[in-house]
């Protein structure tokens, strides 16, 4: 009997909506989404039971009339984008015409809607992807959807849901998030009756950051600006001494969207670095703008990652404003206002240039200079040609896009000079040399292939581990055994099935799998649950940070000795990844000389 089976659309349907609908905060920002993308100005929301009993959102938008009702709810359904050309000029936040359509096939949705133009409204009553009910009704202008029984029918991804808090605590950060983004609009949240945001909408950014951080925090506020070409960040910082224990209170934007952004994080941190106590972390808004072919948003719907043209620019820009909105002026002026003649100076100190002819150049404090060269010219490897970004002519269509220009897949053309202390890879590349860090490489590769699973396994149930044929026995404290029993479900996830034994310790039979060396189970049982101890709130970072340490573990070491087959394979999966150029901590991979730079080092060339 044939094994292969055709998934029924009901299944396909809902797989396909464990990549939209992960969880009851992903609902709720594609619902925010909406109504934003529809105008609205007030946008009301109710939780209960974290999102799962109940996610009810009420908008003043441009409502919709009964056949765009309907067509809503079909997959790819969607009014904002009329061609694949669009998707470079994106101006709204959905596009793809998915995500009432992955909510509807795993929940029960009523929609409730009116045109304002139009007298009659409309209602449908969607279940697992079934129209139940649709009839004329009454409704106010607006749209009010309700979202209830959420993953009923996805056993899977009920069970992997946090406590109910947690699951509220991520809704309540997603709509600090989009209301810190858009002041004009008046957002409210309530959670099992009680009212934790409102922010007035009265288009003011100190308002709602009063209404998201609380009376005290916003007094603390100092506003910040900075441009220089064509970037500009903006936005508030608190003073030092308003600090908190994370990072919950740090909202990075880039050109209006929410990102989560390595480059401004560290700029910040840098900035802040002497006048926080160690483990504090400062309070900021930030938003920058820059030309739209100066960065790429993964428009993933789960991603809020950013990469940029220039992380070196918007390092600079965002430290130096930072800095200044503390009232560390000093020398600012002669840091970020280099007159429009010597604008280029400083994308011409390159990484590798040693310390002597960098100082007064580069003018970063010498915490930042020792900054990973990934802060002052990151991937360099095949745009050096390119000028500085002040000079860079705006991209015209039909032109290849700039960002394929730096697809590392060429990696694997590279000539193959040898091993250096056996630690780094020399590789010649077209006019270039190339130094691979094999331990960052490595880890950098193991770290990917986590995530994937990961993110694999939520959408799918797949999952990888490891079984040990001999349990391992480790001793717990309370606290660690407390983890144990309330994440035990999220270790699960993770990879780690465990049995109590008596009070105090547990046995591990099984162990995440990274695909190489195996990991030692004791240390990385608890780095698991250091990590799921956690601020909830960084619940997702914090579950990164683990997979990057068990990469790190797994991950072959500096001074071990890798034959030539091994190099080869290290590069293949290198060549694959999107950035093959950061390790998850932002600290670079693979760093390069030119051979312009060695003649010139020689006095070949003056
Ligand atoms: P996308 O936002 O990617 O287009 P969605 O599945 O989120 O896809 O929504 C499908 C369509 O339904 C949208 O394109 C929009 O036309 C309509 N829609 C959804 N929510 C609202 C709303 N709150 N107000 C008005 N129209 C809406
Ligand atoms: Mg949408």
Not at 499 to 521: C, F, Q, Y
Request: aromatic share 6%.
């Amino acid at each position: 009997m044939s094994k292969i089976r055709m998934l029924d659309q009901q299944t396909a349907n809902s797989i396909a909506a464990g990549e939209v609908v992960e969880r009851p905060a992903s609902v709720v920002k594609e619902l925010l989404e909406n109504s934003l993308d529809a105008a609205a100005s007030v946008i009301s929301l109710e939780i209960n039971r974290g999102g799962v009993g109940l996610i009810r959102l009420v908008d003043n938008g441009s409502g919709m009339d009964e056949e765009d009702a309907l067509l809503a709810f079909s997959r790819h359904a969607t009014s904002k984008l009329q061609q694949i050309t669009d998707l470079d000029e994106l101006v709204t936040y959905g596009f793809r015409g998915e995500a009432l359509a992955s909510i509807a096939a795993v929940a029960k949705v009523t929609l409730e809607t009116r045109q304002a133009t139009s007298s009659q409204g409309t209602r449908l009553v969607i279940e697992g992807g079934q129209l139940l009910e649709q009839q004329k009704s009454g409704s106010p202008a607006g749209t009010t959807i309700t979202v209830e029984n959420l993953f009923y029918n996805v056993p899977a991804r009920y069970k992997f849901l946090r406590k109910d808090a947690t699951e509220a605590g991520h809704i309540a950060q997603i709509c600090e998030r989009i209301a810190l983004a858009r002041p004009d609009v008046s957002f409210r949240l309530f959670n099992n009756g009680q009212e934790i945001l409102h922010t007035p909408g009265n288009n003011d950014l100190l308002s709602a950051v009063y209404a998201v951080f609380g009376a005290k925090t916003a007094k603390a506020c100092l506003p910040l600006a900075n441009e220089e070409g064509a970037l500009a960040v903006s936005g508030y910082v608190a003073d030092p001494a308003t600090n908190r224990a994370s990072r919950d209170q740090q909202f990075f934007y880039v050109n209006g969207r929410p990102v989560r952004s390595r480059v401004m994080t560290a700029a910040l941190d840098e900035a802040y670095k002497t006048k926080l106590m160690k483990g504090r972390q400062a309070v900021a808004v930030l938003f920058l703008h820059l030309p739209t072919q100066l960065v790429d948003i993964n428009v993933h719907p789960q991603k809020l990652e950013v990469r940029f043209w220039n992380d070196s620019e918007v390092f600079r820009l965002v430290y130096h404003a930072v800095k200044s909105a503390l009232g560390d002026g000093g020398s600012i002026l002669a840091q970020t206002g280099p007159g429009p003649g010597q604008k280029e100076q400083a994308d011409k100190s390159l990484p590798w240039t040693d310390g002597e002819e960098k100082k007064g150049q580069e003018p970063m404090p010498e915490e930042a200079a020792a900054l990973p060269p990934v802060y002052q010219q990151p991937e360099l490897l095949f745009k050096e040609d390119l000028p500085p970004v002040a000079q860079r002519p705006v991209v015209q269509e039909g032109e290849p896009d700039p960002k394929e220009a730096v697809k590392a897949t060429r990696l694997t053309d590279a000539r193959l000079v040898g091993t250096l202390f056996a630690t780094y890879i020399l590789l010649e590349l077209d006019q270039s040399l190339l130094l691979l860090d094999q331990h960052a490489a490595h880890e950098k590769i193991i770290f990917e292939r986590l995530v994937a699973r990961h993110r694999r396994h939520l959408a799918e149930g797949e999952l990888l581990v490891q079984d040990l044929l001999v349990p391992a026995v480790v001793d717990l404290g309370r606290r660690e055994m407390q983890t144990v029993t309330a994440e035990e479900a999220q270790l699960a996830r993770l990879g780690f099935v465990l049995t109590p034994m008596g009070a105090n310790s547990v046995a591990i039979r099984s162990i995440p799998d990274t695909g190489e060396r195996r990991l030692d189970p004791e240390p990385a049982l608890r780095q698991a649950l250091a990590a799921l101890q956690q601020d909830i709130l960084q619940a997702d970072d914090a579950i990164e940070e683990f997979f990057y340490q068990m990469a790190c573990k797994a991950a072959v070491k500096a001074n071990d000795l890798l034959d030539e087959s091994q190099i080869r394979q290290l590069l293949l999966d290198l060549a694959r990844l999107d950035d093959p150029y950061h390790c998850p901590h932002g600290r670079p991979v693979i760093i390069s000389m030119t051979k312009y730079e060695l003649e010139k080092r020689f006095r070949r060339i003056v």
